[in-house]
């Protein structure tokens, strides 16, 4: 019989590799797109890259645009298969305590509900920390906006420049919306 914990660690793993190579083909299209579009600056507009070189400026347009979302959902899909053993021997090992400490009879034995119950929602727990973790490595290892570090790469001080974000279409129509509504009640 095939264990079904191999099989999903095998899936995950053709997953997380194809994550990677997926990340590398971007990647890869990404250097080629900073390429060119350093040499449209050169020639519409070179006030924007100014004392920036044309490996610095790849650098930044990779950083920039990079999708490094694969990389951390490879990473744990990875954690979560060599996790996966060590959460099960823990998970067990909780469950023979908790039926010392409770004196359990024997609906508690494995194979019963409530041990279905448990380890399944052990096991999720395990797999959602590793999504946790790598969610927060995410966003704090996030890379500078590509505008600002273009900027900061030119010597232009970010401090004193203020870069606008647009409003989001969902907000000018709440204020189309709620001015009609003032204007309906005049």
Not at 77 to 103: E, G, K, M, R, S
Request: net charge positive.
């Amino acid at each position: 019989m095939i264990n079904p914990f191999a099989v999903a660690g095998i899936v995950a793993a053709l997953i997380a590799v194809l994550l990677v190579l997926r990340w590398f083909i971007a990647v890869a299209g990404l250097r080629s797109d900073a390429r060119s579009e350093y040499a449209a600056r050169q020639g519409d507009r070179p006030q924007t890259i100014e004392g920036v070189d044309q490996p610095t400026f790849v650098r930044i347009y990779v950083d920039g645009h990079a999708p490094r979302w694969t990389l951390y959902a490879a990473a744990t899909l990875i954690a979560a298969i060599l996790i996966t053993p060590f959460a099960l021997y823990a998970l067990f090992a909780f469950w023979d305590w908790i039926i010392v400490v409770l004196d359990a009879g024997e609906w508690f034995a494995p194979g019963y509900y409530p041990w279905m119950f448990y380890l399944f929602f052990g096991l999720i727990g395990a797999w959602a920390l590793c999504g946790y973790v790598a969610a927060r490595f995410h966003h704090r290892r996030a890379p500078e906006a590509f505008q600002a570090a273009l900027m900061r790469a030119r010597g232009e001080p970010l401090d004193d420049v203020v870069i606008r974000r647009g409003r989001p279409k969902w907000a000018r129509r709440a204020s189309v919306i709620a001015a009609q509504r003032e204007n309906s009640e005049d």
